[in-house]
């Protein structure tokens, strides 16, 4: 167990919905990254949080949004759902500093999108 | 940008058994993370090792060892004496260590252990 949480588990939505996946950090962690794993593949990084300030992205579209709250937890918003977005949305905290690096994962939400 | 190369994507192996999954990456940096996480089938990425670069010491944790070549950009894991808990999927990663926390990860390698 690593102390990062997720909700829901599972979530099926239908394409064009919204759609809010949830995160809650390890405590003492005040960074939060996202990442989507496609079936059978390695996950992509969607885009991270430090301090309530988004601190890098990768290749995704704006539509794929999020949030850091004051308590460091997360969200992560999806706009348009396509049927390309079902995955393993897996979000991992950590602590920045400048002798920690390490991100823990937590169960992820499995998002289908009919 | 980073790449990362698992390719394995599936071995098997024998309970008790040593096993090697080769790992490769390429990069234009310097200074950098490595790591070697495990995924079983309930979904949570689990850390199983981690190198830093600018350390030429191979790291080790319990059952699990690396060798790290730096300058082939190669990061490779061995895991003695195979367990059947180690089944799972294993995921090489990358990270700079200046800059976001980024991680770029490889298409994972799926490990049977067989009793």
């Known amino acids: 167990e690593t102390g990062v949480t997720q909700s829901p588990t599972h979530l099926i939505k239908t394409r064009g919905q919204q759609v809010t996946l949830r995160c809650s950090s390890q405590?003492?962690?005040?960074?939060v990254s996202w990442y989507q794993q496609a079936l059978g593949q390695g996950p992509q990084f969607i885009f991270q949080?430090?301090?309530?300030?988004?601190?890098g992205r990768g290749n995704f579209p704006p539509r794929f949004s999020g949030l850091q709250f004051p308590n460091y937890s997360s969200e992560l918003n999806v706009n348009a759902l396509e049927l390309d977005d079902s995955a393993l949305y897996l979000c991992?905290?950590?602590?920045?500093?400048?002798?920690?690096?390490?991100?823990?994962f937590g169960p992820g939400t499995r998002l289908t999108v009919t | 940008a980073q790449t990362v190369t698992q390719s394995q994507p599936e071995m098997s192996v024998q309970e008790a058994e040593t096993v090697t999954l080769s790992c490769t990456y390429d990069?234009?940096?310097?200074?950098?993370?490595l790591f070697w996480y495990k995924q079983p089938p309930s979904r949570q990425m689990i850390l199983v090792i981690r190198?830093?670069?600018?350390?030429?010491q191979n790291a080790t944790e319990n059952r699990f060892s690396v060798n790290f070549q730096k300058a082939a950009k190669s990061f490779s894991l061995k895991i003695s004496d195979s367990q059947l808990g180690d089944t799972a999927m294993y995921f090489c990663?990358?990270?700079?260590?200046?800059?976001?926390?980024?991680?770029?990860f490889g298409t994972g390698t799926r490990l049977t252990i067989i009793p």
């Open positions: 991992a905290s950590s602590l920045r500093s400048q002798t920690s690096y390490e991100q823990y």
């Open positions: 405590s003492g962690h005040n960074t």
């Open positions: 949080y430090y301090r309530e300030e988004e601190n």
């Open positions: 990069t234009s940096e310097s200074n950098y993370y």
């Open positions: 190198q830093e670069a600018y350390k030429q």
């Open positions: 990663a990358f990270m700079k260590q200046f800059g976001n926390e980024k991680l770029t």
